[in-house]
Each structure stands twice: as structure tokens, then as C-alpha cells.
């Protein structure tokens, strides 16, 4: 039993300014302490400039992580966690949006920093040719998601039952509604978190409620299980929707969680892009 392959969430979980142009709106803004990146801040598109901002950031971002994991990982998260993974997700939409830019800047990043890089600038590339066509005004219904802390323990609680990677579950989520942010259904009809159509649910989600969160990784995970994972998550992510570019995508966020498990939680600050004809809209802000 196949999964609709029809989302509306492709087009909102990848833009984030092409040619480093700002987003057109930023709600729920606040004023930016002192030494972070305001979130109209500019990409910079010189590659020697973008390298050194990259560096700078991930060398910011990286401690302001630690500390926010070794705090328990309060909701909503500090400042400086929100506003610094915002301006990565920006930049990273950016080099994905231009490839001459994107080998230009890789040439003059540090080894270490150049591979990740790459990898979540090759997942985004990979879903931004799913995404459709800009809406004038994108309709999508929002809210706070979940804490980071008890979306790890929904995915855990699924992968001690069905033997599915939690990775590979929070990619799924990432991309359906960037971690529970987006509740809107999609024009095929799927629903809830992980964004199952009627059908599948009834067949894999084991009697619960499609929207929340718990049941939905447990419907995930019973899916994917069935469909041919752990042995296969190739052909699992494949059943859950049939495109090559959005198993890559899935697959390649996955990677950079196991590589680095402080990447799920930069991952989850991650905020939703929807494109527009005058260029992305940005429909979440820090601490959404």
C-alpha cells in the first residue's frame, strides 16, 4: 500500500532566499541581541565572504548548541540557537539555489566544514525539485512545535519498536512539517505531522490519532518497518513517497543526524520558507 506521493510541504521546507535576498516576512521577530544575525540579515554571494560567514557561524552555532542540550533543551530555545541555525538554514538555501556559487564557496571551506556543508546543501537541492509552483500568498496553518526533547523521545520509543533509525524518522518529519510546525492537510488529503492520507493511516496507524505526535512516528515506523526497513530504508523511504529526490533528501539529513546528533537539534530550529512570486515568504520565525 503506497503512501500519495502529492505534499504541499515540499515548497515550504527549502527556500530561504536564493541569491542571498532576505526573506519578504518574518513574523514573530524580536529584537536581536547585540552580535547575532538579525533574520533579514543578507547572505553574502562573494564566496570568499560566504566561506568565512559560514565558519563564523557553525563556530558560533555549534557551542550555542552544546549549551542548549547540556540545559535540557528549554522550549522555546535561546536566542542565539534560533537566530544563528535560521541564518545556516538561509545559507544553505542559498548555495543550493546556485551551484557555481555552491562549488566556489566548498573550495574555500575547511575540510571538516565542507562535507556537512555540502551534504545539507545537496538534500535541499534535492527538494526544491519537488517543489511546485509560488502561490502569491501561501495559505499554511501554523503553530509552536513540540519540544525537541520529547519529539527524540517519540522517535526513540519508535525505533525500539519497530527497529526504524530515529534519523531517519525526524528527516521525515523535518520535511512533512518542519517537526509539527505546519498543520495544514495537503491537497491530497494527508494529515497530522508526518502527513499520512486517510488510507495509509487506517492500514499502519494502529488505531491512534493521525495528529499527534506520538502515534504519527509509531504509523511512521510501522510503515517504513513493513515497507523494508532497516534492511532497505532506500526502498522504505521510496514507498513512503515515491520520488528519488525526496528519498535522497531524507536519507542525506538522516546521515548528517548520525554523523553529528547535534544536527537534529539545529535541524529543529529550522524555520518555514514558502516561495512567492517576489521571492520567499518566511511564515515561521525564531522560537516558532
Keep these: 500500500m503506497r503512501r500519495a506521493a502529492a505534499m504541499l510541504l ?11 535576498q532576505p526573506p519578504t516576512a518574518t513574523p514573530g521577530a524580536t529584537s536581536v541581541p547585540a552580535g547575532l544575525p538579525s533574520p533579514q540579515a543578507r547572505v553574502p554571494t562573494d564566496p570568499a565572504d560566504l566561506a568565512a560567514t559560514i565558519v563564523r557561524v557553525d563556530g558560533a552555532l555549534t557551542p550555542a548548541l552544546r549549551r542548549w542540550v547540556a540545559g535540557g533543551t528549554p522550549s522555546p530555545p535561546p536566542a542565539d540557537v534560533a537566530l544563528l541555525a535560521l541564518y545556516q ?9 546556485d551551484r557555481t556559487l555552491s562549488r566556489a564557496v566548498a573550495s574555500r571551506l575547511p575540510p571538516g566544514l565542507a562535507a556537512p556543508t555540502e551534504a545539507n546543501v545537496s538534500a535541499d537541492r534535492a527538494l526544491a525539485t519537488l517543489a511546485g509552483p509560488p502561490s502569491a500568498a501561501p495559505r499554511l496553518k501554523t503553530q509552536a512545535p513540540l519540544p525537541a526533547g520529547a519529539l527524540l523521545r517519540d522517535y526513540t520509543r519508535a525505533q525500539r519498536r519497530f527497529g526504524v533509525a530515529w534519523q531517519v524518522l525526524a528527516a521525515i518529519n523535518m520535511i512533512e512539517s518542519r517537526f509539527g510546525r505546519v498543520v495544514s492537510s495537503s491537497s491530497a488529503g494527508a494529515q497530522g505531522p508526518m502527513q499520512f492520507v486517510p488510507a495509509t493511516w487506517k492500514a499502519y496507524g494502529m488505531g491512534g490519532d493521525v495528529r499527534d505526535p506520538r502515534d504519527a512516528m509509531m504509523g511512521a515506523a510501522n510503515y517504513l518497518r513493513s515497507s523494508g526497513a532497516p534492511a532497505s530504508y532506500r526502498r522504505a523511504v521510496y514507498a513512503y513517497n515515491p520520488s528519488r529526490a525526496y528519498v535522497d533528501a531524507v536519507l542525506g539529513y538522516a546521515a548528517q543526524m548520525r554523523r553529528d546528533p547535534l544536527a537534529f537539534y539545529d535541524y529543529y530550529n529550522w524555520q518555514v520558507f514558502a516561495p512567492t512570486p517576489s521571492g520567499d515568504r518566511q511564515i515561521t520565525g525564531p522560537g516558532a
Design 89 to 97: 538554514q538561509r545559507i544553505f538555501g542559498t548555495l543550493a539555489a
Design 10 to 20: 515540499f515548497l515550504t521546507m527549502v527556500g530561504c532566499g536564493p541569491s542571498g
